[in-house]
Nanobody, 123 residues
Framework: QVQLVESGGGLVQAGDSLRLSCAAS????????MAWFRQAPGKEREFVGA????????YYADSVKGRFTISRDNAKNTVYLQMDSLKPEDTAVYYC????????????????WGQGTQVTVSS
């Protein structure tokens, strides 16, 4: 059974940094993609960024490009989301997700989801 467990969320001030982790168990992901989504209260879940495993390439939403960075540790089967220069509008529950099929900027193709971790950025 595949499990994704996020950690690293918290309350920070605008301009601060946080690093989220997504540890995968039950399967070693070497194909497909792992992504980060976020959902703020009253809003739809939105794409933040994704990592294409085989190529190691990363893709980001325009709203976080240049501030957020996705990286991975293959030995730990873990993906990270480094978030710098955080803004109040980054406040949301952040989810990691995985698919063995193809990278997508919408939630639908992702088969596995973590439980989410809250990130709150105060102004």
């Amino acid at each position: 059974q595949v499990q994704l467990v996020e950690s690293g969320g918290g309350l920070v001030q605008a301009g601060d940094s946080l690093r989220l982790s997504c540890a995968a168990s039950g399967r070693t992901f070497r194909s497909g993609a792992m992504a980060w989504f976020r959902q703020a209260p009253g809003k739809e879940r939105e794409f933040v960024g994704a990592l294409w495993w085989s190529a190691g390439s990363t893709y980001y939403a325009d709203s976080v490009k240049g501030r957020f960075t996705i990286s991975r540790d293959n030995a730990k089967n873990t993906v990270y989301l480094q978030m710098d220069s955080l803004k109040p509008e980054d406040t949301a529950v952040y989810y990691c997700a995985a698919t063995t099929r193809f990278l997508a900027r919408v939630p639908g193709p992702y088969d596995y989801w973590g439980q989410g971790t809250q990130v709150t950025v105060s102004s």
